[in-house]
């Protein structure tokens, strides 16, 4: 199974530059914890304290968003494409 | 005004400057949003944003018009140039949120303030690793109006 993930910028310096890398899992958690195994700090990035998906990273399955998908429990097939773009925000 | 270390420059055309002001105001008193997508000093396209969270004191860019705009970047390949926002009652200087949430480090933070109705003022910032430093601005080849000294 492979699904591929797009890196933004910011979180490159976990995946030694690269802005895309490979992932596994039939749900976005166990992505993120296969994220976290292949490259560290990716998948500890994209969680807050409570395991929980961190409320300015905003992550796409095909392009939707994954809050109006399943969250974090958000189910992946083979061959999906995962973006990850941190919030733009500010005050 | 609040300054921070002088650090590079940054040159926008006229449109670009005004397009942003006319954004800033059309949601008065509404913080609005926006990127600039670029390529070799040059703007390429002016994406509007709305702001998520429709406040006076904070925005958050949708994230599926993010996306739109960042896909559209890619496709053309064009880099993320800029990414702006609006003060509607503080100066152009980025509040501790905007360092806090400053996450693109590769873009320059510019704020657009309308403090002052009449005077808007544009200053731009990188803000990497929570440290800001301010690019000299012009627009059109003169110094960007940057507020009140």
């Given amino acids: 199974m492979s699904i591929e993930v797009r890196v933004p910028t910011i979180l490159r310096k976990h995946t030694g530059g690269e802005k895309k890398v490979d992932g596994e899992g039939q749900t976005l958690r166990e ?61 | ?18 397009a942003m002001v006319a954004h800033a105001r059309s949601d008065f008193p509404y913080e609005v ?17 709305p702001n998520a969270a429709r406040s006076m004191t904070f925005y958050q860019m949708d994230a599926k018009a993010l996306l739109g705009a960042m896909n559209d970047m890619d496709d053309h390949d064009w880099d993320l140039m800029a990414i702006y926002h609006s003060h509607t009652h503080t100066e152009a200087f980025p509040s501790p949120t905007d360092v806090e949430l400053a996450f693109y480090p590769e873009a320059v933070y510019l704020i657009v303030s309308l403090q002052d109705a009449d005077a808007p003022a544009l200053r731009g910032f990188d803000i990497v690793d929570s440290k800001v430093t301010e690019r000299i601005l012009y627009v059109g080849g003169e110094e960007a109006p940057v507020g009140k000294r």
Avoid: W
């Fill in chain 2, 1 to 18: 005004m609040t300054r921070a270390q002088l650090q590079g420059r940054l040159d926008l055309d006229r449109d670009t400057y005004e």
């Fill in chain 1, 31 to 91: 992505l993120v914890d296969d994220l976290e195994l292949s490259n560290p700090g990716l998948g500890g990035a994209l969680v807050d304290e409570d395991g929980r998906l961190h409320r300015f990273i905003n992550i796409y399955v095909n392009d939707e968003d994954v809050r109006f998908l399943g969250g974090i429990e958000t189910p992946l097939e083979d061959g999906d494409s995962v973006s990850i773009l941190p919030a733009v925000a500010g005050g």
């Fill in chain 2, 33 to 49: 949003c926006g990127l600039l997508a670029g390529t070799d000093g040059q703007v390429r396209k002016h994406y509007v944003i």
